[in-house]
């Protein structure tokens, strides 16, 4: 990735939330391919290497370390280079400016990351100038959606249920759990055989959410029906193959494009975002944008199949994702993510949500639902468990 984000430091910093306000920045300055070092430090770190580089024998904020001068021309190399930051010193400061210590490191990545690019601050114009362009990188991320979002799947939930009949567990009841620990939305999928999540769930589902519904379906006329009744928040339509009942998988877009851009009429009037979920390749996403959706859902199962030897299939997805925002369309990713390979794409600025079902599930049979929700949230929006 053209972001590398490291920590020295001793405490618990997020990594996450600092990679993706580091991708926003440069697609802001319009560098989003260039390459940025981000290594955050304690006091007497940075002040080592301010002694050793800039005979300085004191901690600072911020240092930064340019690398374009050192790129060889015409080497198709976009190298930025490295921002030291103190987390020390920028506690203190936001305790000082009575903000939060997230804010404080946004700040001081914006000042570093400027001069980067070759601004500074030694006379009262050029200060003003580059206090600008601070504050303009900083409203940016306003308008970004900095973290994504957790919706967590209520299929395994409904599974329990099913496989021995009764109402226990309940997916509507554990639904509000979810959220009171803290998840963004819900999703349910109603298969066409109501192997799992019944009619009456999604029902309850649209009438107790409070966060976010998103319903699941097949783009078949029943299920289009049903969901532009009931009317969801959000849906995402999957394939549901006849070879392979019960699988859900992503959809081939650009086999059923005419299919697809129907369906996704249809809901459109019914007042409902809809989403495809595909593949993480060109050719669907282009299809995809086609069809008049409103979003994708990048279908991760091949990059959890091959975590942590995953580099390929990650690369599809990050510029994949970054094809689809380009495109309009807004980005969420789901399938096979657990509390190990969800770290890494989650740093992914461009993706807005993601939806994870089983590992939760999986999780909260050994610690309560409630902790398992809080735990992937954590993992999500700051890469550690706090």
Partial sequence: MPVLIRSHYSGPVSLVRMLRVAEIFLKAVGRPEAELSV?????SEI???NKVWLKRPYPTNVISFGQELRTPPGSGTDLLGDVVISVDTARRESIDAGINL???????LAHGLLHLLGEDHEGPVEAAHMAAREQGLLDTLDREKVMADLYIDLDQIAMLREAVGGTDPDPVIVAGM???????GIVAHLWRDRRHIQDRDIRLLKQVVKTRFILEIAAVDEMLEM???IGPDMVTLVSETADRPGIKERLDVVGLEDHLTGSVRQLHEAG???GLCIDPERSQIEAARRTGCSYIEIYTKR??????????EFEDIVSMA????DLGLQVYAGHGLDYHNSVKIAGVSDIYGFSIGHAIVARAVIVGIERAVREMLSLVKKGYIE
């Fill in 227 to 229: 969901a532009s009744e």
């Fill in 39 to 43: 290594l955050l430090v304690g006091d």
């Fill in 272 to 274: 409902i975002a809809v």
């Fill in 102 to 108: 997230e804010q404080r490191l946004d700040a001081l």
């Fill in 322 to 325: 970054r094809l689809a925002r």
């Fill in 47 to 49: 002040t080592r290497i």
């Fill in 303 to 312: 990059y959890a199949d091959a975590y942590p030897a995953e580099d390929r």
């Fill in 178 to 184: 979810i959220e009171l620990a803290g998840a963004d």
